[in-house]
């Protein structure tokens, strides 16, 4: 069964600095692997997505990910934190199953960035 | 563009009362998803529409919780009797079509609280 393990609930730093939430996943085949974030009273927003084109995926708000193999991860990393992405973000992955798209999310790492 | 609406967005029952939830999704996405979060872990899908046929509601507790989706544009989400592990919050998503790739967009979802 498909499954994502998102290895941090909580990571703080301070605004400027990097960013890094760690994401694994668990897929008999090669899947396609989400991230979403959530911020207070807001829908989830879709950030980037892997669809096997490129193992660096660029998203918005200046997020990347990078899909790796070997590690069966898929973490997600921003340069230079800004106050506004505190927020729950979460690692998703989508099931070869009948075509549908039925997301399977992680548990979920909320990020605090402090002045 | 509308996003995905939710009525109501915050709603406090007693255990074995009854709920219903209301959802009208994007303009022209044919496919509809409810997702049931519990505080602190990822979505879970309920239920999903193609239209106005199911297509997946494999983790939907039918003896509590039913949906439709009857002209295939908005949809309801009830449960009847309530209990209290359903306090939760039910995010709606739709899709312009139920492909693997295709982006699910969220709306704010409805905050359950069962007394």
């Known amino acids: 069964a498909q499954s994502v393990t998102q290895l941090d609930s909580h990571v703080s730093v301070s605004e400027g600095t990097p960013v890094l939430l760690r994401c694994n996943y668990s897929?008999?085949?090669?899947?396609?692997l989400f991230w979403y974030v959530q911020h207070p009273n807001k829908g989830l927003q879709l950030l980037l997505k892997?669809?096997?084109?490129?193992?660096l995926v660029k998203g918005i708000n200046g997020f990347e990910a990078e899909f790796k193999k070997s590690e069966t991860s898929f973490h997600l990393t921003k340069p230079s934190a800004h106050m506004s992405d505190a927020a729950e973000y979460f690692c998703?992955?989508?099931?070869?199953?009948?075509?549908?798209?039925?997301?399977?999310f992680g548990a979920g790492t909320r990020l605090a960035v402090h002045p | 563009e509308a996003g995905v609406a939710q009525s109501p967005r915050y709603k406090i029952i007693e255990k074995r009362q009854s709920v219903a939830f209301w959802c009208n999704p994007i303009?022209?996405?044919?496919?509809l998803y409810w997702y049931q979060q519990i505080l602190g872990q990822g979505p879970k899908l309920l239920i999903q529409?193609?239209?106005?046929?199911?297509?997946?509601d494999s983790q939907l507790p039918k003896d509590r919780f039913s949906a439709e989706r009857l002209k295939g544009v908005d949809s309801t989400l009830k449960i009847q009797p309530a209990k209290l592990e359903d306090s939760a919050v039910y995010l709606c998503?739709?899709?312009?079509?139920?492909?693997?790739?295709?982006?699910?967009?969220f709306g704010p979802g409805t905050r359950l609280l069962v007394l």
């Open positions: 897929s008999s085949y090669s899947p396609s």
């Open positions: 892997y669809t096997s084109a490129a193992t």
């Open positions: 303009s022209g996405h044919a496919t």
């Open positions: 998503a739709s899709s312009l079509a139920p492909g693997r790739l295709e982006t699910q967009y």
């Open positions: 529409f193609q239209n106005n046929g199911v297509v997946d």
């Open positions: 998703v992955v989508t099931p070869l199953s009948g075509g549908y798209n039925k997301l399977i």
